[in-house]
């Protein structure tokens, strides 16, 4: 079955900075959408960002405009997500899904669009 590797989350202050990787084994990265998104203890999934296959397009979360980036690396197939800034809300298990592919410039914050989830990476913000 498909699924999604996350890592790189950790425990930071706040202001700090975190890089994850979103690894993709055996799967043609390029050809789909792929969002990062989040889900705090107690509250329903959301999207943080995302990006259309091809590259064309990037989609951000209000919240996270000007603070996160996100990226791919079809060579190393994984996506990254580079976050600075970090903020108390933004504690959460981050979890990586590949998503819909029929318009290459479009990608799409919505979670149930997305599958091949990983098992998350938990990130921290607490002084």
């Known amino acids: 079955q498909l699924q999604l590797v996350e890592s790189g989350g950790a425990l930071v202050q706040p202001g700090g900075s975190l890089r994850l990787s979103c690894a993709a084994p055996g799967l043609l990265l390029d050809y789909y959408a792929i969002g990062w998104f989040r889900q705090a203890p107690g509250k329903e999934r959301e999207g943080v960002s995302c990006?259309?296959?091809?590259?064309?397009?990037?989609a951000y979360a209000d919240s996270v405009k000007g603070r996160f980036t996100i990226s791919r690396d079809n060579a190393k197939k994984t996506v990254y997500l580079q976050m600075n800034s970090l903020k108390p809300e933004d504690t959460g298990v981050y979890y990586c899904g590949a998503g819909p592919n029929a318009n290459p410039g479009l990608c799409t914050l919505t979670p149930r669009l997305y599958g091949a989830w990983g098992q998350g990476t938990q990130v921290t913000v607490s002084s």
């Open positions: 990006i259309s296959p091809r590259d064309i397009n990037t």
